[in-house]
């Protein structure tokens, strides 16, 4: 099982920008589709952002569309969610969450609560100040 542990998280004000990292460990990192999920206060965890092993195709939610961008490195062994124009709704806590890739994203892309995932992080904190 892939080990998952995020950092980049903090205190920002509206219209600002912020990159989380997550960093894997324990396994082909390449062997895994990852995701960008985000729970804020009081909320279900929703998805964000996610990315095919290659890098080749990436997916939104329509709330974050256009703002955030996710991209990895395969030989860093890390996925990033580069997130632009921040509104006080996106405050939240942001986890990163693994799928191995012959499961063709059916739990990132799926329902909540996304079972079938290998591994979740255990998230770090965005606050956006208005």
């Known amino acids: 099982q892939v080990q998952l542990v995020e950092s980049g998280g903090r205190l920002v004000q509206a219209g600002g920008s912020l990159r989380l990292s997550c960093a894997a460990s324990g396994r082909t990192f390449s062997n895994y589709d990852m995701g960008w999920f985000r729970q804020p206060p009081g909320k279900e965890r929703e998805f964000a952002a996610a990315i095919t092993w290659s890098g080749n195709n990436t997916y939104y939610a329509e709330s974050v569309k256009g703002r955030f961008t996710i991209s990895r490195d395969n030989a860093r062994n890390t996925v990033y969610l580069q997130m632009n124009s921040l509104k006080p709704e996106d405050t939240a806590a942001y986890y990163c969450?693994?799928?191995?890739?012959?499961?063709?994203?059916?739990?990132?892309?799926?329902?909540?609560?996304?079972?079938?995932?290998?591994?979740w992080g255990k998230g770090t904190l965005v606050i956006v100040s208005s």
């Open positions: 969450a693994a799928e191995r890739f012959i499961r063709d994203m059916q739990a990132i892309l799926g329902p909540p609560p996304y079972s079938g995932m290998d591994s």
